[in-house]
């Protein structure tokens, strides 16, 4: 009886752990780059890089916007 529990625990674990794996590749896949620029519409894997890249358009627009002194 126990044996029986435990056994169908791993099998129970081991499907478990392949369905994780097949959302993980499902996830990654899919969700390559997550993060699209607002402005241009330049997709990025990591927000980091989203935020570096956004530095871009953030500058052209001050400099575009410098008061003319
Ligand atoms: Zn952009």
Not at 10 to 23: A, E, G, N
Not at 44 to 58: D, P
Request: charged share 15%; aromatic share 12%.
């Amino acid at each position: 009886m126990t044996i029986y529990i435990i056994e169908s625990l791993i099998t129970y674990h081991s499907l478990w752990k392949q369905f994780r794996w097949l959302v993980s590749l499902k996830t990654t896949h899919t969700g390559e780059k997550p993060y699209h620029c607002s402005h241009c519409g330049n997709s990025f894997r990591w927000l980091v890089s989203l935020k570096m890249h956004e530095r871009i358009h953030t500058q052209e627009k001050s400099l575009s916007n410098v008061p003319s002194v």
